[in-house]
């Protein structure tokens, strides 16, 4: 039989063959759910898609907790899928921007539908990516197809999407800007950075300040009446 009154943070005594357990750390707000929802629903609808970026440093602590928020991100069988590599040396993001505009080209000039340029219109996107040479970070998300000793991961784009949206929430609760970029094919930046066979890049994430003048299209979303069906 397990205990239920050791310590918080220490172990049960698990039984033989059992995997120990240890007390839920609950977090509390504060203050009541229906104000925390709402004080970060409020917080987080200012998260913009930023393509304007300001050269302003952005210590790499600050990006290494943003980080270590992604990895508490939740994932089959808690294998952490994932990789970050996140860049600041100035050399390696020029040779990104040069790869990602080489691909963005051959999308924008021929391998884009009539259709998705149209879509795209709002965003005024073209294949000029500047922002990666004027970001002080990039971060590229890697899915792991394997772990590192080759076993078998689970649920692998859920684990690392959810890691993904984790950072990009971590990246603008710390006041930074970011921008989900997928140049398709994303192939050259496993060769760049020279990663593992099992690491298949997932997305590239700009992340700094906003430029002063930024800008971001006047777009809206969906009210809450065109996301959510309540079965009550
Ligand atoms: N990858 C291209 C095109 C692009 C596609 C989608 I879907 C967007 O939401 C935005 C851009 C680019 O980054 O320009």
Known sequence: MTTNDSPPGSSYAAPDGEHPRE??????????????????????KKRRTVRMFSDR????????DVIRAAGTAPSGANKQPWRFVAISDPEMKHRIRL???EEERAFYERRASERWLDDLKPFGTNPD????????????VFAMKTTDDGGQVYYLNESVGIATGMLLTAAHMAGLATVTHTPSPMGFLKEVLERPDHERPYMLIPMGYPSEDATVPKIG????DEIAVFVD
């Open 23 to 44: 007390p839920l750390v609950p977090y509390r707000p504060g203050q009541d759910s229906g104000d925390a929802a709402r004080s970060f629903y409020e917080t987080i």
């Open 57 to 64: 440093a952005v210590p790499r602590g600050v990006i290494e």
């Open 99 to 101: 790869a990602a505009e």
């Open 129 to 140: 990516k500047s922002f990666l040479d004027d970001v002080p970070w990039i971060v590229v």
């Open 221 to 224: 979303k969906k009210p809450l």
